[in-house]
């Protein structure tokens, strides 16, 4: 193996960069936020783990850059480390010393710099032995780090998966309280009074859980994986167009059967991020046509998400002020679809001949031009202007009225498997051929004979019927709609969600929406950091993993009709 | 032997360069053409006349006994001609196989809703094209990597399987765009003779741009020199190897004598 060179100085400029993003953190005041959620008692709180995310990030990227060998590793591990600490250091120096506060205050320029904050950065401790404390304690995660990086895939994978779960439920401790507290016979409240106490998780839960999910993720892994008995694993291939084997047959009832009872387990509050997250997939998918397997990228996505629910609104109320024609949900859902494909193709017909970021722009402005003429009072009449419109019809589902998050829940299920559905039997068709060859190359695409015009429509109509759907939906759940409802953060967030997925991928579409519109939603204390974390997963994942988290498939075709074949030209063989 | 590709004096230019000038060009059915020059004299972009991708100027061009100067390039497709290109244009993140089954297109017909019901002449077709598939990838060599995708297969497969792509169109004539570019000889000889075997096994009318002499030489019935976009000779092989013009065109004036003696 190549040996990797680097200097001194090259880990200690990683050092330092790990040092400015762990001041960074500290400076705009999400240590001390993230500090208040205690995720173990007594000893770990989000903010520790957010102190050292910093260190964690950049060792990753030097082991990696740097390191072959496990003894380099360890070297520049401790070395990034420890370097990692200095600028916390010298921020506490700063802010504990008398003979510099008498010069300036720095909390009178940078705000978030408490006595809390010196506090977590020195473990509570005097500033001169904080410091020696916070040196070795990066230089150990450091360690760590690049030690997680070499072990085996084998120990890496359950020592994550134990890590994250342990960390992940310590972190929603109060939502996985709650969602036992569902069950029935209070089983759940015993079983949450075991794991939590004040909202976290005691040491000793901690540890069982990790042990078990570590145990049992290894134990998985160790198992042979022969194509039958794998566990739980159908692909959306699987559903579509083969058979599912009788495992997979009560896999798949299991799901269904937890999708359906999931919003009375998990109660009203997290129904609500269910159905958010929901209209996001069903979103995600219909831009995963367009952007996805169609290669257009659209930013003005949301303009038919607020087609659909401008029609639904308008349609379905009949107020003195809007003095709609009163349908109902059911009558009104197919024109709000209706008319969100008319505009998905009035909307392409200009960008036809537009490739890459030309058709990125002039959707983005679609978009914009879209909410502005809601907004505007020529439109007034119709749209409402500014006070949108308002009470609009909840679906009445023979004879029940739903509009609470729990039943609307059903709704967005409804749709998003029927949407899905729909992708994925466009996908494996001509039609997704083309539109998969458009993506790869427009003038090859032409020249196989694929009418670019009708492709692109296609996909465009596609794309906004799904999004009219979400619309439509959501309209109906919260009643009253105004123009400040379909910003660009809509489409951006959409777009994200896919590219952070997997683009081109299904199931990374809904990992996709749970990951940036379910977790946002559920840390609603630090939504103040919301688009910095965004932000910082975006990057992190361009970095670390540009196909998403889960890559679109490639599909096997021949191999498996070869088999066939091959047998076949040996019966003849042997016939004649 | 009837006509099946004629050009009546096309002319394409890009603002002041002629690419294409005033071409006549007659190319016989179930034969083997080749159109030759030096770099820039206009046989890439008269390729690109003939398919649809650029429109010429002036001038007609009749296929088949049909017009089709003008049309879209998916038209003329559908119509039968297929091309592969000079710089391979494979559809690079789908699998060989997906590749073959985009140029089938032109004979698929189902439509969007019966794909999404998946009704059973929408299965017959996949089932059927998927196995025409398989076919042409092995018809072409590629048997066992109609899986990868057509940005991990070597050099030659990359051509191989652009022309099966083409091939699934069912073309009746088919424009290679230097199938040999970058192919030592072995790979070369090979493709000369499977360039024969399509012509005589499919009946495919084939006309090409080449570089190598060698391949031209041995493959084609007519060939055409052109040079700054005009056509400076036409024939057989014998007569364009000791044609003046053709040698002065490519080695520069003064060098046709030299070469007339030579042994080429």
């Not at chain 1, 408490?114 to 032995?129: A, K, M, Q, S």
């Not at chain 1, 070499?150 to 960390?167: A, F, N, S, W, Y």
């Not at chain 1, 619309?471 to 709609?481: H, L």
């Not at chain 2, 009837?2 to 034969?31: C, H, P, Q």
């Amino acid at each position: 193996m190549e040996e990797k060179t680097y200097t001194w100085r090259d880990l200690i400029n990683y050092g330092l960069l790990g040092s400015v993003v762990t001041l960074y953190f500290g400076m705009i005041g999400m240590l001390e936020l993230f500090d208040e959620r205690i995720l173990i008692t007594p000893f770990l709180s989000l903010g520790d783990v957010l102190l050292f995310s910093g260190v964690i990030g950049i060792v990753f990227f030097a082991v990696n850059k740097f390191a072959s060998s496990l003894n380099e590793a360890f070297k520049v591990g401790a070395v990034v480390g420890a370097v990692s600490a200095i600028f916390p250091i010298v921020l506490s120096f700063i802010a504990t010393s008398e003979l510099i506060a008498e010069q300036f205050v720095i909390r009178d320029v940078f705000v978030s710099v408490t006595d809390r904050l010196v506090e977590i950065y020195n473990f509570g401790l005097e500033p001169i032995v904080g410091s020696l404390v916070l040196i070795v304690a990066f230089a150990i995660v450091g360690v760590l780090t690049a030690l997680f990086i070499k072990t085996d895939p084998k120990i890496e994978r359950p020592l994550l998966m134990g890590i994250v779960l342990t960390l992940g439920i310590g972190l929603f401790s109060e939502n996985v309280t709650q969602i036992l507290g569902n069950l029935p016979a209070g089983i759940g409240r015993s079983i949450s009074r075991l794991l939590f106490t004040n909202k976290a998780l005691t040491i000793v839960s901690a540890l069982i859980i990790f042990l078990l999910t570590a145990g049992i993720t290894y134990w998985r892994m160790r198992r042979p994986t022969t194509g039958e008995s794998r566990g739980f694993n159908f692909s959306f291939e699987d559903i579509s167009n083969r058979g599912l084997n009788r495992a997979q047959m009560i896999q798949l009832a299991i799901v269904a059967v937890v999708l359906l009872l999931l919003p009375w387990m998990v109660g009203s509050f997290l129904s609500q991020v269910l159905f958010n997250v929901g209209l996001f997939i069903l979103m995600g998918l219909g831009l995963n046509i367009v952007v996805g397997y169609a290669g257009l990228l659209d930013l003005g996505y949301v303009a038919f998400f607020a087609f659909g629910a401008y029609t639904m609104g308008i349609l379905t109320t009949a107020t003195s002020l809007n003095p709609g024609l009163g349908l109902n949900f059911w009558t009104a859902l197919p024109f709000a679809i209706l008319i969100a494909v008319m505009f998905g193709i009035i909307l392409g017909v200009p960008v036809l001949n537009m490739r890459g970021d030309y058709l990125a722009i002039v959707t983005l402005g679609f978009g914009e031009i879209i909410r502005i003429l809601a907004l505007s009072d020529w439109l007034a009449p119709v749209m409402g202007g500014a006070q949108g419109v308002l009470k609009i019809a909840k679906p009445v589902f023979f004879g029940v009225e739903m509009g609470s998050p729990e039943t609307m829940y059903y709704m967005v299920l409804a749709g998003s498997l029927l949407v899905g559905f729909v992708a994925i039997r466009l996908r494996d068709s001509r039609l997704g051929r083309q539109w998969m060859a458009m993506r790869e190359d427009e003038d090859v695409a032409e020249a196989m004979g694929i009418n670019l015009v009708q492709t692109k429509l296609m996909a465009f109509a596609i794309g906004a019927a799904f999004s009219g759907l979400a619309g439509a939906i959501f309209s109906a759940r919260v009643n009253n709609i105004f123009p400040h409802s379909f910003n660009l953060l809509i489409s951006i967030n959409a777009l994200s969600l896919i590219i952070v997925g997997g683009i081109g991928s299904i199931p990374g579409v809904i990992i996709g929406a749970l990951v940036l519109v379910g977790l946002p939603e559920l840390l609603r204390e630090f939504s103040e950091y919301r688009l910095l974390m965004y932000g910082i997963l975006l990057i992190v994942m361009m970095l670390v993993r540009p196909e998403g988290f889960i890559p679109a498939e490639i599909y096997k075709r021949e191999l498996r009709a070869d088999e066939e074949t091959e047998t076949e030209i040996e019966a003849q063989v042997t016939s004649s | 032997m009837s006509t099946i590709l004629e050009t009546k004096s096309v002319t394409k230019r890009f603002g002041g360069l002629v690419a294409v000038n005033a071409l006549d060009l007659v190319i016989e059915e179930n034969s083997i053409s080749a159109v030759i020059g030096p770099n820039g004299a206009g046989k890439t972009t008269f390729f690109n006349c003939i398919t649809g991708f650029y429109t010429p100027e002036e001038g007609g061009i009749v296929f088949n006994e049909k017009e089709i100067d003008g049309l879209r390039t998916d038209v003329v497709t559908r119509m039968g001609i297929a091309r592969t290109y000079q710089n391979i244009r494979l559809f690079p993140a789908m699998t060989a196989i997906e590749n073959v089954l985009v140029g089938q297109h032109p004979h698929l017909h189902t439509s969007w809703i019966s794909a999404v019901t998946r009704s059973a002449g929408f299965k017959d077709e996949e089932e059927s094209a998927l196995e025409e598939a398989r076919r042409l990838l092995r018809f072409v060599g590629l048997k066992g990597m109609g899986d990868q995708l057509a940005r991990n297969l070597p050099y030659g497969a990359q051509r191989r399987l652009e022309i099966a792509r083409a091939l699934a169109s069912q073309p009746a004539l088919l424009l290679l765009d230097e199938p040999t570019a970058g192919m030592n000889p072995n790979e070369t000889g090979e493709m000369i003779r499977f360039v024969q075997h399509l012509r005589d096994e499919l009946g495919i009318t084939i006309l090409l741009i080449e570089h190598d002499m060698r391949v031209v030489m041995t493959i084609s019935e007519q060939i055409t020199v052109l040079d700054y976009g005009t056509k400076i000779a036409e024939g057989g092989p014998k007569d364009i190897q000791s044609n003046p013009k053709v040698i002065e065109a490519y080695l520069g004036r003064g060098a046709a004598g030299g070469i007339e003696n030579g042994s080429n």
